[in-house]
């Protein structure tokens, strides 16, 4: 399909006539709504998004009650959502834009993708929604409908694929409606051009996409390389009397900075063997496992875990000096913010 204002058109009409896909955030005027909720929905999806946006609305319902907000809070609000480095970057941003720029949103792309945190889609996103500029978002669900629309067999994953794809997305968008489209093309990847069995029947480019009239859907897009992801192994301690146990607050540039954690060991394999002897070593002083938890498994885009939880016994808990331990009274557990598998951990084992 040639003609860019055919195709911002026929998507235009499914939108007004077709697509009733209600979120709390469309239609929204304030900027930090809108932003969250990007923010929120970047490597999630809209079910699982949903709960956390509509929590942090309640807790933070401007941009200044979110400055001011605690970064414990922010993170234990944050808990399970993953990609935790989403969530400092969001409270950063935020103290920033109520302090720095006397909370006066940016508006437009060029100052909205400076802010921290904010890339090229989330700008294009704001600026759009909000301030009405012309700048196209581009992600998965608009790679997927322009590689299958217009039979695009570049890999996507490259430099070249990048910039094929940004400049088409940024000549396809309307002048007139920029918000409503960007919205659109969200939706239409979302809910027609989906990755598995896309809803071509109903579809208003069935009869111009080259993926559909070639037999190419399952080809496109295509993309170069394949993700190997890192195997992690992790063995959490759980170090506890009737009423204390100890946990840490991650730091450092590795995953889950800002939340809390039970002391671990970790390995690129399995440990098989004398694992009382390299928790007495890792502790400092002698202690055996009273028994072990059921494994866990998560699997991150990067990174593939494998956990499992040892209860310690004979552990002298005012003589653990781990770096950045804490004992914590049980029943303030609930006060920190985990990473999903601690936390899962934790409530399965009634310690939250
Ligand atoms: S015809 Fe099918 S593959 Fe092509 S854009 Fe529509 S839903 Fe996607």
Redesign the pocket.
């Known amino acids: 399909m040639k003609n860019s204002t055919r195709f911002s058109t026929l998507l235009l009409d499914w939108n007004r006539n077709s697509n009733d896909r209600q979120m709390p955030w469309k239609g929204e005027r304030d900027p930090y709504l809108v932003w969250l909720s990007e923010i929120i929905l970047q490597q999630t999806r809209v079910e699982q998004g949903l709960p956390y946006f509509l929590r942090f609305k309640e807790a933070y319902p401007t941009l200044h009650d979110l400055a001011d907000a605690p970064e414990d809070d922010v993170m234990r609000l944050w808990q399970g959502l993953g990609y935790y480095s989403r969530a400092r970057n969001l409270h950063h941003t935020a103290k920033h834009i109520a302090y720095e720029l006397k909370g006066e949103f940016p508006s437009t792309y060029h100052d909205i993708v400076k802010l921290k945190g904010i890339g090229p889609y989330t700008a294009a996103a704001i600026s759009s929604f909000i301030f009405g500029e012309r700048q196209a978002v581009v992600d998965g669900n608009v790679i997927r409908?322009l590689a299958?629309?217009y039979g695009i067999e570049l890999p996507f994953d490259t430099t070249d694929g990048r910039k094929h794809f940004s400049h088409l997305a940024q000549e396809l968008i309307s002048a007139e409606h920029p918000g409503e489209y960007n919205q659109a093309i969200m939706d239409f990847g979302a809910t027609?051009?989906t990755p598995l069995n896309?809803?071509?029947e109903e579809?208003p480019?069935?009869k111009v996409?080259v993926?559909?009239q070639k037999n190419l859907?399952s080809e496109l897009p295509v993309k170069s390389k394949k993700i190997v992801k890192k195997e992690r192994y992790f063995y959490y301690l759980v170090l506890k009397n009737d009423k204390e146990i100890i946990i840490s607050k991650r730091s450092g540039d590795d995953i889950w900075k800002g939340l809390y954690i039970l002391p671990y060991i970790e390995s690129d394999k399995p440990i098989r063997k004398n694992i009382a002897q390299r928790l007495s070593e890792y502790l400092g002083q002698k202690v055996s496992v009273a028994g072990y938890s059921k494994p866990y498994s998560q699997q991150l885009t990067h990174q593939s875990h494998q956990s499992v939880f040892i209860f310690v016994e004979g552990v002298d808990l005012q003589n653990v000096h781990i770096d950045g331990a804490m004992r914590v009274p049980l029943d303030k557990l609930s006060t920190f913010g985990f990473p999903k598998t601690v936390y899962l951990f934790l409530v399965e084992n009634s310690l939250l």
């Open positions: 409908v299958r629309v027609v051009c896309p809803k071509c579809c480019f069935s996409c993926a559909y859907i």
